[in-house]
């Protein structure tokens, strides 16, 4: 079983950033994958970034690359996402997930709870 909670979410001006966390309990958290997605209004889960178990590869949506970056502390057992040069269209509840394997689907195992992400133009 794993167990993730998500914070840092709030209300940013466009252009702006924030960092989420996504602190990982469990006996298993340690050995997997873990991954960002989000969810606008009325649109599907989608794909934001994830990252391999000893945090060296990471995989990015293409709507993110280059302003989002993910990274994982393997001490704190916490996945970080930062997110840079914030737009409207980021607005969204952000889930932090694990599972053994990296996809990008959402056919993870595990779930956080969710955060929200409000930018404003």
């Known amino acids: 079983q794993v167990q993730l909670v998500e914070s840092g979410g709030g209300l940013v001006q466009a252009g702006g950033s924030l960092r989420l966390s996504c602190a990982a309990s469990?006996?298993?958290?340690?050995?997997?994958?873990m991954a960002w997605f989000r969810q606008a209004p009325g649109k599907e889960r989608e794909f934001v970034a994830a990252?391999?178990?000893?945090?060296?590869?990471?995989t990015y949506a293409d709507s993110v690359k280059g302003r989002f970056i993910i990274s994982r502390d393997i001490a704190k057992n916490t996945v970080y996402l930062q997110m840079n040069s914030l737009r409207p269209e980021d607005t969204a509840v952000y889930y932090c997930?694990?599972?053994?394997?990296?996809?990008?689907?959402?056919?993870?195992?595990?779930w956080g709870q969710g955060t929200q992400v409000t930018v404003s133009s």
């Open positions: 990252v391999t178990r000893n945090g060296y590869s990471t």
């Open positions: 997930a694990a599972d053994q394997l990296l996809q990008v689907g959402d056919g993870y195992a595990y």
């Open positions: 469990g006996r298993t958290s340690r050995n997997a994958v």
